[in-house]
């Protein structure tokens, strides 16, 4: 398959082994019931093998629709898979799942997941910082209307909280934000160190051209205090980003662009790393 014949949101890239590993959203199932999440294999980022099953919900899963944002990380030799889940009548949580290799199968670790019970959340995402485990999750706006992001430490094996999640801000922070009420959506934090060590938080909502991707600065390590940069990374409806660096030394930014469905396709973008800041090409 070509990358614009993939139907996927939230597209995140896993490098290993010479080869790019791609999962997400599966498109068709985003807004319904879900039943897993699929890869894809590539080597040059435009033709892909897939889909691949790599994770199916058993009829013990304790979730059955909004399987979102899937991201593979590698973590103490494992691969790891951080997922948003969500029943009729429980709340939407990010659970971690465990394989051998990245195209799984994946097995979750726990039963439940490990962001906070009764918390509405989404999108969480592995981040360590001097060999600490945390994850960082959207604490969504459909519960506290202004969206926030946390920062919330693991156990060493990222079965159990560590410790309370931490406050890192609110969406109606970023000037690049647009909605003209109470309500402000976070989506798709990502964490990434520029060249000079500056720690930037990538992340996601509604701008003024659509869907948009910004970022915030962190003065110094994951509990910040963090500021939000004044403008968007990328503002033309599409978002929820993530940044790797290619086999052949780009640094790119991937995303899904149009944010409509049925329309959405990944979107790899190159970026330009100052040191200080970033931007998208």
Request: charged share 25%; proline share 7%.
């Amino acid at each position: 398959m070509k990358t614009s014949e993939i139907h996927i949101r939230d597209p995140f890239i896993l490098k290993d082994n010479g080869k790019y590993y791609m999962t997400g959203t599966i498109g068709a199932s985003t807004w319904g019931r879900g039943n897993g999440f699929d890869a894809y294999v590539s080597e040059d980022l435009e033709n892909w093998d897939g889909p691949f099953p790599i994770f199916r919900a058993g009829e013990d899963f304790w979730a059955d629709r909004n399987f979102w944002a899937a991201e593979m990380h590698v973590y103490n030799g494992g691969y790891y898979l951080f997922a948003s889940f969500k029943a009729e009548g429980k709340s939407r949580g990010t659970q971690i799942l465990k394989a051998d290799n990245p195209l799984g199968p994946y097995v979750p670790m726990t039963e439940r997941p490990v962001t906070p019970d009764g918390w509405e959340c989404l999108d969480g995402t592995l981040y360590v910082e001097d060999g600490k485990p945390y994850i960082v999750f959207c604490h969504e706006w459909l519960q506290v209307k202004d969206g926030e992001i946390h920062a919330m430490p693991l156990t060493d094996d990222l079965t159990a909280p560590a410790g309370e999640p931490v406050l890192l801000f609110r969406a109606s922070e970023a000037p690049w934000n647009k909605q003209e009420d109470e309500n402000h959506v976070t989506d798709g934090p990502f964490l990434y160190r520029t060249k000079s060590g500056k720690l930037l938080m990538l992340w996601s909502t509604h701008g003024y051209e659509g869907y948009a991707i910004g970022y915030a600065e962190s003065e110094a390590g994951i509990t910040g205090p963090w500021h939000q940069v004044k403008d968007p990374l990328f503002k033309k409806d599409g978002g929820h980003g993530m940044i790797f660096e290619s086999y052949d030394g780009r640094l790119l930014l991937s995303i899904h662009q149009p944010n409509n469905t049925p329309d959405e396709r990944p979107l790899f973008l190159e970026v330009t790393d100052d040191g200080d800041r970033i931007t998208a090409k």
